[in-house]
């Protein structure tokens, strides 16, 4: 896959995943906050795994002062009938409501629908992650459907998922 070495947003730094961010990367998904929507058994092993993937783009953000303060990642859908891309991403919970989440969407987003030709963006946060779902909401992303019993939690359970849209056509200088 095509992957930027990096992207600049407006407060963040997007460059890619290398193998040193492991700790930092770790120590994010370890927390509470993250860990309850980006669960794992041995994240140790996981991000070994996602740094072999060549799939899937993975970007560390960083802020400002180069302080690695989450990832953010998109999968590309090559298949000219279904092109699109989708967006995942977690956040440090000791920097949250800094918009350095909204910038690297916005900076991802920009990449995905100028640089890649993409006309179609998509995200999914669990349902019932207010938080998550009004952000994307006030980027752009519009919802387009609840899947039922999508994601399994923690505990077991399975949690429904929001999945939520962004065309090229929608996206404008007022959503950036």
């Known amino acids: ?3 930027p070495s990096q992207l600049l947003g407006t407060t963040v730094r997007l460059r890619s995943m290398v193998a040193t961010d492991r700790d930092a990367l770790i120590a994010i998904r370890s927390t509470e906050e993250v860990r309850r929507r980006w669960r794992g058994d041995d994240l140790v092993a996981e991000f070994e795994e996602d740094l072999a993937d060549d799939e899937v783009v993975r970007l560390t953000i960083e802020d400002g002062s180069g302080h690695i303060v989450g990832m953010i990642q998109y999968h590309e859908e ?3 009938e279904y092109r699109h891309a989708a967006i995942d991403i977690y956040i440090d919970p000791t920097v949250y409501r ?3 989440a909204s ?3 916005r900076t991802v ?3 995905l629908f100028t640089d890649r030709g993409h006309h179609r963006l998509t995200i999914d946060p669990v349902a019932d992650n207010a938080a998550a779902v009004a952000l994307y909401t006030k980027i752009g992303f519009r919802p387009v459907g609840r899947m039922r019993q999508y994601e399994q939690q923690a505990d077991g359970t399975w949690a ?3 999945l939520m849209e ?3 056509d929608d996206w404008s200088p007022l959503t950036r």
Do not use: F, K
Request: proline share 5%; glycine share 10%.
């Open 1 to 3: 896959m095509n992957e």
């Open 78 to 80: 090559d298949d000219p």
């Open 98 to 100: 800094r918009g350095y």
């Open 103 to 105: 910038d690297a969407i």
């Open 109 to 111: 987003v920009e990449h």
């Open 160 to 162: 429904d998922g929001l």
């Open 166 to 168: 962004l065309l090229a």
